[in-house]
């Protein structure tokens, strides 16, 4: 199975602030890479897909790039519903299609 | 704007079946994609499996010898069934949507906590 290492595990940021989250493959997955927010008691939601590409609806703060097998979400201008754990999770190939093992935004 | 809802037991003994049903509305079964995904203290997101509105399955190798999942286009639902359950097996459960065919998930149901205990 490919692994996907997430660094770092947990940060800390104030409103306002600039987020960067990275996410390392352990194999080549192409741009198959996404990326979801979780808030407390709720489910993920979908931010970005294949790597860069915003979902409908997401605000334009969140942006993802690639690297190789590096992946980095950023987020500009954090706002106080970003405070939530973030997941990257690849969709290449054949399952089973791992998720990181989350970052923590406090 | 299409909504989904777990259901089922919450608590399941040692060694039975954990089975869940998730009610898709705003949209129909047919021609999609459709998932169950787990959350757990141990492992972390793990995806479980794949059911299409076909009722074709594709399966996590390290569960696919105890998942079953299978969809009721009559009343636009799909399922899962887990066997031999220990409690490893406790998590939130969550059903979601893949779009595209792709596996990421863009719709997902509120989660349902099931417990596997005595």
């Known amino acids: 199975d490919t692994q996907m290492t997430q660094s770092p595990s947990s940060l800390s940021a104030s409103v306002g602030d600039r987020v960067t989250i990275t996410c390392r493959a352990s194999?080549?997955?192409?741009?198959?890479l996404n990326w979801y927010r979780q808030k407390p008691g709720k489910a993920p939601e979908l931010l970005i897909y294949?790597?860069?590409t915003l979902q409908r609806g997401v605000p334009s703060r969140f942006s993802g790039s690639r690297s190789g097998t590096d992946f980095t979400l950023t987020i500009n201008s954090l706002q106080p519903e970003d405070f939530a754990t973030y997941y990257c999770?690849?969709?290449?190939?054949?399952?089973?299609?791992?998720f990181g093992q989350g970052t923590r935004v406090e | 704007q299409m909504q989904l809802q777990e259901s089922g037991p919450r608590l399941v003994k040692p060694s039975e079946t954990l089975s869940l049903t998730c009610s898709v509305s705003?949209?129909?079964?047919?021609?999609?994609?459709w998932n169950w995904i787990r959350h757990s203290a141990g492992k972390g997101l793990e995806w479980i499996g794949r059911?299409?509105?076909?009722?074709?399955?594709i399966y996590n190798p390290s569960l696919e010898s105890r998942v079953t999942m299978s969809v009721d286009t009559a009343k636009n639902q799909f399922s899962l069934r887990l066997t031999s359950v220990t409690a490893a097996d406790t998590a939130v459960y969550y059903c979601?949507?893949?779009?595209?065919?792709?596996?990421?998930?863009?719709?997902w149901g509120q989660g349902t906590l099931v417990t596997v205990s005595s």
């Open positions: 194999q080549n997955i192409g741009a198959s």
């Open positions: 059911v299409y509105g076909s009722g074709s399955t």
């Open positions: 979601a949507r893949d779009p595209a065919g792709y596996y990421w998930f863009d719709s």
């Open positions: 705003g949209g129909s079964i047919i021609g999609q994609h």
């Open positions: 999770q690849q969709s290449y190939g054949t399952p089973p299609h791992t």
């Open positions: 294949a790597a860069s």
